[in-house]
């Protein structure tokens, strides 16, 4: 007698199998999803930063001196100053006699190398101090 098994569906450790890779494949891949999130907020802080630079520039060359708050650069320079990807404003401080500056973001990618070289670039104790970020990654621009 020849007994025949009705084979419909799968079996107990193809479905664990199958549960693995899923699971495997989802723990490589979401990590370097929301580190690409970061990264990508990142480049626009500091694409903001360089906008706010050049209006600063611009309204120093009209005006020679720097102006004490970046809201009020005027639609002659820059229509709408940039905000925060996540909604914050950005730090901004001009030495005593507005003749240099400092801009700041708080970036969220603690690997980014930019940071090290900006801190350089702005002698951030020779002009002034925007303050700390919650964060510990400061990004600075300046009239450097």
Known sequence: MIIKKNKQGFTLIELLVVLFIIGLLTGIILPNLIGYRLR?????????????????????????????????????????????????????????NSEKFILMACLENSGDSDIATSKNRCSITDICDPGPCDSGYEYYACSN
């Not at 802080?45 to 706010?52: G, P, T, V």
């Not at 209006?55 to 005027?74: K, T, V």
């Open 40 to 96: 990508a907020r990142d480049a626009n802080r500091k694409r903001d930063l360089e906008s706010i630079k050049t209006a600063l520039r611009m309204d120093y060359n009209d005006h020679q001196r720097y102006i004490d708050d970046i809201y009020s650069l005027g639609e002659t320079y820059m229509p709408q100053v940039p905000q925060d990807p996540l909604g914050d404003n950005y730090s901004y401080c001009i030495d005593g």
